[in-house]
Each structure stands twice: as structure tokens, then as C-alpha cells.
């Protein structure tokens, strides 16, 4: 019995330093996201470099027509600023996309052509104004390619820039009646990156667009009524009625042409997991040293917690170059290769190929939940049931008290 619980004791002890083995891996893994997170931030620095000179991103509100008018006599003159939108108003866009570069970083953009028709019903006042500009505001305008093109009610207007996008002059018609409808066609070419957005001022505003853009985000306040997203891109529609917007100055619906999940994301979702392969990996190890009677020693759990961790730099350096996917299977096959060969040194049996294959079960678990955005803590605690379930059927048959002498 003496013996028993001296074997007891000494098992305790043996599970509480692999344990703190275990944690102190956290020390190193940390490292590692640090360096995630680094990379990442410098990934959203050169972002902001190389659109901050082709073009951000673009939200177009607008057109609609900006108009002065006196009203009162003498001292009660008062100057009034008032405002027609559209009646309707329609929006044909094709966007072009393309990856920059810039040293080890792509960053998706576009080049947007636009074409907005519609037309205006004017109202008493506008033909006795002092003054009336048309108006259509830009997310950015140093986005903008060659001179854009302004027509209304026939006439070619002037363009010129103003601080939140164009402006166009309009000569009042002194003739002109209540109710008259007045066309309108704008036409422009602009850069931009990330999104491109619509806030809707007329009572009905239609978007088409089409673009070369395989994975589209759509957001905002409205969903397309129409969408089909294709490998070789996308189109999409919406139709927007006045009476469906609680306030139109803050509305506003379009498409964020996102890259999909960059590989920093992708890699620090897999150091989230990294606790989790170093406790399976000490956990098999401890049962097959008892299964076995093979002993691991302290700095070989130390070796293999190390080796653990560092698959993670492994994944971040080919990442910078290579697909995400690649550089997983890369870094996998190198780790378990390098602790197939260490656990069969250390064991010398069939056991090592045993834990061996279980590493490269984990690698393969764990690519599988990255890939699973909607299920994954499903499947992580599913993953964890079934891992706890193997070892009560391993450990259900060990026994470290007086009974054993019987």
C-alpha cells in the first residue's frame, strides 16, 4: 500500500509539472500572436499607403439641385437656401478590380464607371432664384479619373470641384414652369478600394452594378433585390422608395469588395487552438508513457511543447508568401515529421508512431475548424467531448490503490 501511494504521489506530481509545462507555452505562443498582430497592422498600414493615393473608399449621394431665393421687402429681406432632389433617380456602375502591390502585401482595388440618370420636377421658386447649382457628393474626389460629364435638360454643364465632390452652375430659365421635368445624365470614372456606397435622396433610386469582383460583402441599410455571385464576379440590383427610408441623410446601402480572410486573421484563429494541440500532445504522451512503460522525461515535454509552438512561426512566415492552405499543410507536415522522428528516439516502439499520427490528427482537426466560421465552437467542443471520452477508455483500467494488491 506504502508503494501505491507513493506511485499515486509521484503521478500527481508528474501531471501537475506537465500541466505547468503546458502553460508555460502560453509564454512563447504569445510571442507568436504578437507577431501576428504586428504583421497585420503592418498589412492595414500599407492599405491605408496605396489608397490613400489611388482612392479610399466612395459613397455617392446625390445628385439633387441647390438653389437661393430672396423672399420679404427692404429690411425683411431674408436669403432662403433651399433644395430639389430627384424624382428618380438611376445608377449603372461597372467596376473593374485589381490587386496592388507592395512588398509582401496585396491589396485589392477597383476602378468604378458610373452613369447616373434621372430627371427633376422643378418647383415655383427655382426660376426667380439668385441662384441654383448642381450638386453631387464623392466619398473621395482624388479618386477621380479624366473630367466628368454633367448634362441636364440638354445643356453641358461645368464641373467643378467643391469640398465633399462636384458642383455644376445652372442657368435659370426665367420661363420655366411648375412642374416641368428636367432630364439629367452624369457620367464618371473613379478609383477607389474596399466599398463603394449609395445614400439615396430621390423618391426612387435604382442601383445596377456589375463588377469583375468574386467575393463581395453586401451591407448597409438596404440588400440588393437582386444579386448573383459568380466566380468570375458578381451583379446586383436594388430599388429604393423614399417611403422605405426613415431618414435618407443617414441611409445608405452598397458593396464592400473585401478580400477574403487575410492569412494574419487566419493564423491567429489558429494560436487560439494552440493550448489546446500542446494539452492532447502532453496528454497522449503521459498515457502512453504509462501504457508503455516508456518514460518522457521533463525536457523532452519541453522539446515537444517547443516544437508545438513553433509550427505557428512556421505558418506565419510561409503565410507572407504562400496561400494560407499551403503554408498550413507545410508547417503540419514539417512539425509531425520532426516529432515522429523525436518520439520514435524517445520510444522506440510503436507507440511513437501512435502519438505521431495523433499530432498530425490534431493538424488536420484544426485546419478543418478554421474553415468552419459558423460551427466551430460546435465543433471544438465536440472535438474536446470525444478527446475526454478516449482517455477515461485508456485511464479506466488504472488503478494506484490498495486493491491492486489484491
Not at 73 to 91: C, F, H, L, N
Not at 184 to 212: H, W
Not at 293 to 318: C, D, T
Not at 363 to 372: K, N
Request: a neutral charge; glycine letters at 6%.
Amino acid at each position: 500500500m506504502e508503494k501505491n501511494n507513493l506511485l499515486w504521489k509521484n503521478m500527481l506530481l508528474k501531471i501537475s509539472i506537465i500541466a505547468f509545462l503546458a502553460l508555460v507555452m502560453l509564454i512563447p505562443l504569445s510571442m507568436v500572436r504578437h507577431q501576428v498582430n504586428e504583421r497585420s497592422y503592418r498589412h492595414s498600414e500599407t492599405i491605408s499607403n496605396i489608397t490613400s493615393g489611388w482612392g479610399a473608399s466612395q459613397l455617392f449621394t446625390g445628385p439633387w439641385i441647390s438653389y437661393k431665393y430672396v423672399v420679404g421687402k427692404d429690411k425683411e429681406r431674408e436669403t432662403i437656401e433651399a433644395g430639389i432632389y430627384p424624382d428618380s433617380v438611376q445608377y449603372i456602375v461597372n467596376t473593374t478590380s485589381q490587386i496592388l502591390h507592395r512588398s509582401i502585401y496585396d491589396v485589392p482595388v477597383y476602378t468604378a464607371e458610373v452613369t447616373i440618370s434621372g430627371h427633376f420636377v422643378m418647383d415655383d421658386k427655382l426660376p426667380g432664384a439668385l441662384s441654383a447649382e448642381l450638386l453631387l457628393n464623392i466619398g473621395e474626389l482624388k479618386g477621380i479619373q479624366g473630367y466628368p460629364s454633367i448634362v441636364l435638360g440638354g445643356e453641358d454643364l461645368k464641373v467643378k470641384s467643391r469640398e465633399n465632390g462636384l458642383k455644376a452652375e445652372i442657368a435659370l430659365d426665367k420661363d420655366a414652369r411648375e412642374g416641368n421635368i428636367v432630364p439629367f445624365i452624369i457620367v464618371l470614372k473613379v478609383n477607389g478600394s474596399e466599398a463603394l456606397s449609395f445614400r439615396p435622396v430621390a423618391n426612387l433610386t435604382e442601383v445596377e452594378m456589375t463588377s469583375d469582383y468574386p467575393s463581395p460583402s453586401f451591407e448597409g441599410d438596404f440588400l440588393p433585390v437582386e444579386r448573383e455571385v459568380r466566380e468570375d464576379g458578381f451583379t446586383a440590383k436594388w430599388s429604393i422608395s423614399q417611403i422605405t427610408m426613415s431618414s435618407p441623410s443617414s441611409n445608405s446601402f452598397g458593396v464592400r469588395l473585401v478580400k477574403p480572410v487575410t492569412q494574419y486573421r487566419q493564423t491567429e484563429r489558429a494560436t487560439k487552438y494552440g493550448l489546446l494541440v500542446i494539452f492532447m500532445v502532453f496528454i497522449a504522451g503521459f498515457i502512453v508513457e504509462i501504457v508503455s512503460k516508456r518514460p518522457i522525461n521533463i525536457i523532452q515535454y519541453m522539446v515537444i511543447g517547443a516544437s508545438l509552438v513553433l509550427f505557428y512561426s512556421l505558418l506565419l512566415a510561409f503565410s507572407d508568401f504562400l496561400s494560407f492552405g499551403l503554408s498550413y499543410l507545410i508547417a503540419s507536415v514539417m512539425t509531425t515529421v520532426a516529432l515522429g522522428g523525436y518520439f520514435v528516439g524517445i520510444m522506440k516502439n510503436k507507440w511513437a508512431y501512435l502519438i505521431t499520427g495523433l499530432v498530425a490528427l490534431a493538424y488536420g482537426v484544426i485546419y478543418i475548424l478554421l474553415q468552419m466560421e459558423t460551427f466551430a465552437f460546435l465543433a471544438g467542443t465536440l472535438l474536446l467531448f470525444i478527446i475526454l471520452c478516449v482517455i477515461m477508455f485508456l485511464t479506466r483500467n488504472m488503478k494506484f490503490d490498495s486493491t491492486d494488491d489484491r
